[in-house]
């Protein structure tokens, strides 16, 4: 008889989505709350939750119902320009990227767009890089590089690394995926 495991860990990755999925699905809310604080009061079982930040208040009304009151909280900041460098460099095994390279990439994924006091929006080099947006274009970047290639250059970057194609065929294939095929479920999709 196998024996019974010592703990357990559940983790809820986009924890927003309980209040964002059903907005107006309040008791089953409070139901799904009561549930898991139920669940969450055995010593036992220890529950990890992700999401962002600015849906931490309006889990308030649900803290009182877990164990913890969700107190224990570990901010995870936003991905630096410098940290974006490393994380683009560091996994590149069998190629070498110039700093030419990734000082373009990591501009173009820092790029945002600022209104200006007419109203106008002008773009600018940001603080902060998306991670998502990062790998999706690293990946593209990638596997769309000849495989002789070992040197990640500016060139390489214009050519297979352009954030608004690469995060827009990223869109494109994945709802493409999702739909299977199917052009009016997909056409509902993106509607």
């Known amino acids: 008889r196998p024996s019974a495991p010592e703990g357990v860990l559940i983790i809820f990755d986009q924890f927003e989505e309980v209040l964002t999925a059903e907005p107006l699905a309040l008791a089953a809310r409070r139901e799904f709350f009561a549930q898991l604080g139920e669940l969450l009061a ?10 962002r930040e600015d849906y931490l208040a309006p889990l308030d009304p649900y803290a009182q119902a877990v164990p913890t009151h ?3 909280r570990y901010r995870m900041d936003l991905l630096t320009r410098e940290a974006a ?10 190629r070498v990227w110039t700093d030419a390279a990734v000082d373009r990439l990591v501009g173009d994924l820092a790029r945002v767009k ?8 002008a773009e600018e080099t940001g603080v902060y890089v998306e991670p998502m947006q990062l ?12 495989a ?3 040197s990640v250059d500016p060139e390489d970057v214009a050519a297979f690394g352009d954030v608004t194609l690469a995060l827009g065929r990223y869109y494109a294939d994945e709802v493409g995926r999702i739909a299977g095929g199917d052009e009016r479920e997909e056409r509902g999709l993106r509607e």
Do not use: H, T
């Not at 490393?86 to 095994?93: D, F, M």
């Open 70 to 72: 969700l107190k224990n």
């Open 42 to 51: 055995n010593p036992m079982v220890w529950a990890l939750f992700s999401l």
């Open 114 to 121: 600022v209104q200006q006091m007419d109203g106008a929006f």
């Open 85 to 94: 460098r490393e994380a683009i460099v560091r996994p590149a095994v069998g």
């Open 135 to 146: 790998q999706v274009v690293c990946r593209g970047l990638w596997e769309r590089m000849p």
């Open 148 to 150: 002789d290639d070992l």
